[in-house]
T-cell receptor
Framework: AQSVTQPDIHITVSEGASLELRCNYSYGATPYLFWYVQSPGQGLQLLLKYFSGDTLVQGIKGFEAEFKRSQSSFNLRKPSVHWSDAAEYFCAVMYSGGGADGLTFGKGTHLIIQP | NAGVTQTPKFQVLKTGQSMTLQCAQDMNHEYMSWYRQDPGMGLRLIHYSVGAGITDQGEVPNGYNVSRSTTEDFPLRLLSAAPSQTSVYFC??????????????FGPGTRLTVT
């Protein structure tokens, strides 16, 4: 069964510092990859997605992610975090040829921003 | 354009009671889905629909019923509430791309407590 691993349950970063959140997915057919953000008490908002093409994907709010097939990874990055980036971040994957029930989420990484 | 709306925002039920969580979208999306979010578990798919009159089970369907009589609405019914169904419920919608949900838009969630 497909799976998504977010190895870091919590990450603490100082405001203005760079950020990288890790995501690894189980090997399968062509993966389609997503990062979502959830602010406290809110629903999920799509930050970016990868379907094909350039493996470096730009998203909203200054985030980017890089798809590395050889490492089965899709890590999320931001060069300089702001206090408003404090939230829960979810990586998700589905596969070409998979069913419409095939979007699998990781368990999330909780990002804390220190002043 | 309201996007995906969910009602109610909060609900407390007693064990054995039934209720319906409402979800509506105004984006003419074919695909709609229900997830539950539990601490440390990420999001797990309950049921989904790829169009009016078509529904299917996700990862955790037991104790829940759905129907899709219109494109806009996708209600989730709890038949006989149990404490294990205490959770935050999210509805999402998307248009389909090669049969897959291309980019899901999430509602704000319903926080359900079963005592």
């Amino acid at each position: 069964a497909q799976s998504v691993t977010q190895p870091d349950i919590h990450i603490t970063v100082s405001e203005g510092a760079s950020l990288e959140l890790r995501c690894n997915y189980s090997y399968g057919a062509t993966p389609y990859l997503f990062w979502y953000v959830q602010s406290p008490g809110q629903g999920l908002q799509l930050l970016l997605k990868y379907f094909s093409g350039d493996t470096l994907v730009q998203g909203i709010k200054g985030f980017e992610a890089e798809f590395k097939r050889s490492q089965s990874s899709f890590n999320l990055r931001k060069p300089s975090v702001h206090w408003s980036d404090a939230a829960e971040y979810f990586c998700a994957v589905m596969y070409s040829g998979g069913g419409a029930d095939g979007l699998t989420f990781g368990k999330g990484t909780h990002l804390i921003i220190q002043p | 354009n309201a996007g995906v709306t969910q009602t109610p925002k909060f609900q407390v039920l007693k064990t054995g009671q039934s209720m319906t969580l409402q979800c509506a979208q105004d984006m003419n999306h074919e695909y709609m889905s229900w997830y539950r979010q539990d601490p440390g578990m990420g999001l797990r798919l309950i049921h989904y629909s790829v169009g009016a009159g078509i529904t299917d089970q996700g990862e955790v369907p037991n104790g829940y019923n759905v129907s899709r009589s219109t494109t806009e609405d996708f209600p989730l019914r709890l038949l006989s509430a149990a404490p294990s169904q205490t959770s935050v419920y999210f509805c999402a919608s998307s248009f389909l791309w090669t049969g897959l949900p291309y980019e899901q838009y999430f509602g704000p969630g319903t926080r359900l407590t079963v005592t």
